[in-house]
């Protein structure tokens, strides 16, 4: 069974540019996270979906950054404009139900290394 | 003052040595405590949930103590396989999907 992929792997862009992250989920998970690691800080909650819905997006750090999931499948990340703290790795991740539920693991993507310059 | 607390580390450890990790948490609804894995440039793994009467999973031990808010992670017999950074992870009982990490601890297990 596929894992949680994300695309792209690597990502080098100018400051003020536009960058879209994609996350396909594990196939018949509802919930979908995006989470990130700034560079010297410890990984951080970004948000959360159920299907197509949002259901928690407090960890977004500000109007810049722009979460979807269309049709509750795959998800995608908009950062506009890329500012230099934005750099780091973006990871999705995916679960049936709540982690906190015995046997309900969440699976994380390699993530995306964003590099702005 | 960060939610979870962890010793960055690195322990530099030789191969059948025992090492212990700990970890602090500070907010007292904290539920649910996870020991993630994560090795370089990888995506974070579930190495194991941590439960209030402590577990086992071959050599890893993990424990739990509420009224210290603490967690630990004991590695027996360490292999070179074991070198990565272990994340310390915590869900509040009002947020039951929002993993909390520490910044982890890296573990160097050298021949």
């Known amino acids: 069974e596929a894992g949680v992929t994300q695309f792209p792997s690597h990502s080098v862009i100018e400051k003020g540019q536009t960058v879209t992250l994609r996350c396909d989920p594990i196939?018949?998970?509802?919930?979908l996270y995006w989470y990130r690691r700034v560079m010297g800080k410890e990984i951080k909650f970004l948000l959360h979906?159920?299907?197509?819905?949002?259901?928690?997006e407090s960890g977004m750090p500000n109007n810049r950054f722009l979460a979807e999931r269309t049709g509750g499948t795959y998800s995608t990340l908009k950062v506009q404009p890329a500012e230099l703290e934005d750099s780091g790795v973006y990871f999705c991740a995916s679960s049936q139900d709540s982690p906190r539920r015995s046997g309900n693991t969440i699976y994380f993507g390699e993530g995306s290394w964003l590099t702005v310059v | 003052r960060k939610e979870v607390e962890q010793d960055p580390g690195p322990f530099n450890v030789p191969e059948g040595a025992t090492v212990a990790f700990n970890c602090t948490y500070s907010?007292?609804?904290?539920?649910?405590f996870f020991w993630y894995r994560q090795d370089c440039r990888k995506e974070p793994k579930l190495l194991m949930s941590?439960?209030?009467s402590g577990n086992e999973d071959g050599r890893f031990t993990a424990q739990l103590n509420r009224a210290s808010q603490y967690i630990s992670l004991l590695i027996r017999d360490s292999k070179l396989s074991d070198s990565a950074t272990y994340l310390c992870v915590v869900i509040r009982m009002d947020s039951s999907y929002k993993l909390i990490f520490g910044s982890g601890t890296r573990l160097l297990v050298r021949p």
């Open positions: 907010n007292s609804a904290s539920q649910s």
């Open positions: 196939s018949g998970h509802d919930n």
């Open positions: 941590v439960y209030s």
């Open positions: 979906f159920v299907k197509e819905s949002k259901q928690d």
